[in-house]
Nanobody, 127 residues
Framework: QLQACGGGLVQAGGSLRLSCAASGFTFDDYAIGWFRQAPGKEREGVSC????????YYADSVKGRFTISSDNAKNTVYLQMNSLKPEDTAVYYC??????????????????????WGQGTQVTVSS
């Protein structure tokens, strides 16, 4: 199970930190990704991390503004979001993909490949 939290309402240029806490599976066996879905749009991969090999991924739209990190002691992945823009408004989900599969993809890939999903947390950025 994944539990995502940390969303909220923020003005453009502001910051938020999302958290994704994992339980019930072996954290080290999975890479964790953040996805987002805005109204009327498809779910898109934002960032991913595999702590075991240190690999990360960032969508072009968030590079330089978002930072993903992992605390294996707490089985938690964080997404620090800075310089937020109104177009970042969406429901943010975290999801877990097997680490061996992530190693072959290195990009978020199909959502069907992810074994576990968090419940989503709303991020709203006002202009």
């Amino acid at each position: 199970q994944l539990q995502a939290c940390g969303g909220g309402l923020v003005q453009a240029g502001g910051s938020l930190r999302l958290s994704c806490a994992a339980s019930g599976f072996t954290f080290d066996d999975y890479a964790i990704g953040w996805f987002r879905q805005a109204p009327g749009k498809e779910r898109e991969g934002v960032s991913c991390i595999s702590e075991i090999d240190g690999s990360t991924y960032y969508a072009d739209s968030v590079k330089g503004r978002f930072t993903i990190s992992s605390d294996n002691a707490k089985n938690t992945v964080y997404l620090q979001m800075n310089s937020l823009k109104p177009e970042d408004t969406a429901v943010y989900y975290c999801a877990a993909v097997p680490r061996w599969l992530w190693a072959t993809m290195r990009v978020p890939g199909p959502i069907s490949e992810y074994d576990y999903w968090g419940q989503g947390t709303q991020v709203t950025v006002s202009s």
